[in-house]
């Protein structure tokens, strides 16, 4: 079993910065590293996504202010955001895909106020 331990996560103010970060347990082949976040009362969304390749797709909301990158060596996925704001406030988690099968993070709390 692959276990993926996120950190960064925390309070900033509007217009801050945070680096989230999602190591996997084990090497395996990836597929596809992704960051989803869920707000109170609404669904999860997927806020970006690296593929094998080097594809990335980012939601709308977040193009401009976040970063995917990744160490395929680690495994690990970042997720640098920028310019957050009070619209950010989630819970974000992570998500590999890869040989070993899918695994989730057990989330990391972002949350944007003054």
């Known amino acids: 079993q692959v276990q993926l331990v996120e950190s960064g996560g925390g309070l900033v103010p509007p217009g801050g910065s945070l680096r989230l970060s999602c190591a996997a347990s084990?090497?395996?082949?990836?597929?596809?590293m992704a960051w989803y976040r869920q707000a109170p009362g609404r669904q999860r969304e997927l806020v970006a996504h690296?593929?094998?390749?080097?594809?990335?797709y980012y939601e709308d909301s977040v193009k401009g202010r976040f970063t995917i990158a990744r160490d395929k060596a680690a495994p690990t996925v970042y997720l640098e955001m920028n310019n957050l704001n009070v619209e950010d406030t989630a819970v974000y988690s992570c998500?590999?895909?890869?040989?070993?099968?899918?695994?989730w993070g057990q989330g990391t709390q972002v949350t944007v106020s003054s």
């Open positions: 998500n590999l895909v890869g040989s070993r099968g899918a695994f």
């Open positions: 084990a090497s395996m082949s990836i597929d596809v």
């Open positions: 690296i593929g094998r390749g080097g594809s990335i």
